[in-house]
């Protein structure tokens, strides 16, 4: 199982970025894609979930409104475009890939984390003036 992020940059505050998280090696179409980041001496937060066997979606707050996750289950890749940064967005972000919609959902909202879930190695993404 391989995720490979890309997309990840360098970008003034109110810009825009696409997160890309290439996949192989599991049926992409089954699984739901989760994007987390992780700031400078913060936590994990969950970002987002799309299910890709229905394309139910979950935005965390920081989230809403300004992400936006989606799939091309053809290309087994999932997108997160990143509107309007803030200096605050800066953090390193991760897809993963979990069997489960709920255990995207469960793991991104801070509930728990369970079951089987495969991580790609992250893109960084710097909003700075």
């Known amino acids: 199982v391989q995720l490979v992020e890309s997309g990840g940059g360098l970008v003034q505050p109110g810009g825009s970025l696409t997160l890309s998280c290439a996949t192989s090696?599991?049926?992409?179409?089954?699984?739901?894609i989760g994007w987390f980041r992780q700031a400078p001496g913060k936590e994990r937060e969950g970002v987002s979930c799309?299910?890709?066997?229905?394309?139910?979606?979950y935005y965390t707050d920081s989230a809403k409104v300004r992400f936006s996750a989606s799939s091309d289950s053809a290309k087994n890749t999932a997108y997160l475009q990143l509107r309007r940064l803030r200096l605050e967005d800066t953090a390193v972000y991760y897809c993963?890939?979990?069997?489960?919609?709920?255990?995207?959902?469960?793991?991104?909202?801070?509930?728990?984390?369970?079951?089987?879930?495969?991580w790609g190695q992250g893109t960084q993404v710097s909003v700075s003036t």
């Open positions: 799309f299910g890709n066997r229905d394309n139910s979606t």
């Open positions: 993963a890939a979990l069997p489960s919609f709920f255990q995207c959902f469960d793991l991104a909202s801070g509930r728990g984390e369970w079951g089987t879930i495969y």
């Open positions: 090696g599991f049926n992409f179409a089954d699984y739901a």
